[in-house]
């Protein structure tokens, strides 16, 4: 692999190679130049401190024997720096043991001279792309930081309302139902409600309505006495009684089957479980929470569910919000995903391609965040490339993308109805300069290698748009 330009020669990766032989120094440096780099060379450690202390390095490549402090020493003062430089050492007497020591120490690599060219050029590659991933994956955490509630992630409106419903309700002991479309995240609500109340320290019990026969479930929710049926051979505690002290999440709970629905409802007034052929009755504090992606209102309607019970468990509710009803998160949303997909194939799928990108924030996701988090690993799986490119995505993302060329906050307006209504060109620029601020949080450098210009241009740009607009 090897390295390309960047757009403008100021943001190329810059590289500081400390040498003391002037000859070899000036080698490497014209070598690493030809292949896209910035370079400054010094000749001992005390330069290369002063030159750090200066300007920064995405990396040193330094040899481990020089005028004064060694490379082991100038290696160990690099890790103070933020943003911390890559590292590779080179020597003219390498042994196992001294590549040992670079490593354990810090280094990147360790490089043997003489250098084989080609293998410098791969590794300063390797190193860089190493460094850069690791830089977007601290990012990324720090971006996401702060949008994240009890594994939900999100700083939309919507969902900076639900956090806050959420905390709300989480002390009361009152029966919840959490509404939302498949795939939206409810169990991470209910779970949420659990963490934030007073009985967080104890158990929180989830069960799936729909996923559990008909007669096996008031067995599985209530328990059973011994010999209550055929192959009860000993009595068995109900989840009921398991999430004591605690939270029982109902899930599906639309698909309760009616009698059933007649014992919760008599739990929830009373309290009190009887196990399956048991004779007495059980006390147990427990909190319920429902979930459902259907209207209950409905199943009432067609005499599918009691109406006393939907009552019972609607003290609360709380409406978990589409992804349609929250597409400022989508971003967070596939870059969180994809880290997670990069940390589990040791970085080899680490961004998206434009196309892919834009592809994928255009896409309406009918199944929510269940949906995009299947996406990214299906693309992150398929690519061979540390790109995800359009053709990595199914077929009904790149429909979508055709369908709907230019979506989100830089589509293309309705058009106006008279001369009077167009924008100005460089209005259309000062909005488009403003989005892509606001897409990478202020950070000038990315957001001028987007824009495909340099930060002196942008800079200027910035500056004219503030006199204008005073």
């Given at each position: ?361 255009s896409y309406p996701y009918p199944g929510n965040v269940r949906e995009l988090a299947s996406l990214v690993e299906r693309a992150a799986t398929l690519a061979p490339t540390p790109e995800i490119g359009l053709d990595d995505l199914p077929e ?75």
């Open positions: 692999m090897s390295a390309e330009p960047e757009t403008t020669p100021a943001e190329r990766p810059a590289i500081l190679v400390v040498e003391d032989d002037d000859g070899y120094r000036a080698l490497l440096i014209e070598e690493l130049e030809d292949a896209g780099y910035r370079l400054t060379g010094v000749a001992d450690a005390a330069a290369a401190r002063a030159e750090l202390a200066s300007r920064s390095a995405a990396l040193v490549l330094s040899d481990l024997r020089l005028p004064g402090e060694d490379g082991l020493a100038l290696l160990e003062a690099t890790r103070a720096l933020t943003p911390r430089p890559g590292f590779i050492m080179l020597t003219g007497f390498g042994t196992i043991r001294q590549a040992v020591a670079a490593l354990k120490a810090g280094a990147d690599d360790f490089l043997t001279k003489p250098i084989d060219l080609e293998h410098l050029r791969l590794a300063v590659a390797r190193v860089l792309e190493t460094r850069q991933l690791q830089a977007e994956v601290a990012r990324y955490r720090e971006v996401l930081a702060g949008g994240q509630f009890h594994g939900m992630l999100g700083k939309s409106p919507a969902m900076r309302a639900l956090y806050d419903l959420i905390r709300r309700i989480a002390p009361s002991d009152s029966s919840v139902l959490i509404t939302g479309e498949s795939g939206t995240g409810k169990e991470l609500v209910a779970r949420a409600l659990h963490a934030e109340s007073a009985r967080a320290a104890a158990p929180f019990v989830a069960v799936n309505c729909a996923g559990i026969p008909e007669a096996l479930l008031e067995s599985e929710l209530l328990g059973h006495a011994a010999g209550a049926f055929s192959g009860a051979r000993g009595a068995r505690k109900g989840l009921f009684v398991e999430a004591d002290g605690g939270t029982l999440f109902l899930d599906e709970i639309a698909e309760m089957p009616p009698a059933m629905q007649t014992r919760l409802l008599r739990l929830l007034q009373d309290g009190r479980v009887r196990p399956v052929g048991a004779n007495t009755e059980i006390g147990t504090d427990v909190r319920i929470v429902a979930a459902t992606h259907r209207e209950l209102g409905e199943r009432i309607a067609e005499g599918h569910f009691r109406e006393d019970l939907y009552y019972r468990l609607e003290t609360f509710r709380i409406h978990v919000p589409s992804l349609r009803e929250r597409g400022e998160d989508i971003a967070a949303l596939l870059q969180h995903f994809l880290l997670a997909q990069t940390a589990a194939r040791e970085g080899h799928v680490r961004r998206f391609a434009p196309a892919a990108w834009r592809a994928l924030l009904r993302v790149r429909a979508e993308a055709d369908a709907h060329p230019r979506s989100g906050a830089l589509a293309a307006p309705p058009l106006p109805g008279s001369d009077e209504d167009w924008e100005t060109l460089a209005a259309v620029e000062a909005r488009y300069i403003r989005s892509v601020l606001e897409w990478t949080e202020g950070n000038k450098q990315r957001a001028a290698k987007i824009l495909g210009i340099g930060r002196k241009t942008l800079y200027r740009k910035l500056e004219e748009q503030g006199r204008h607009d005073t």
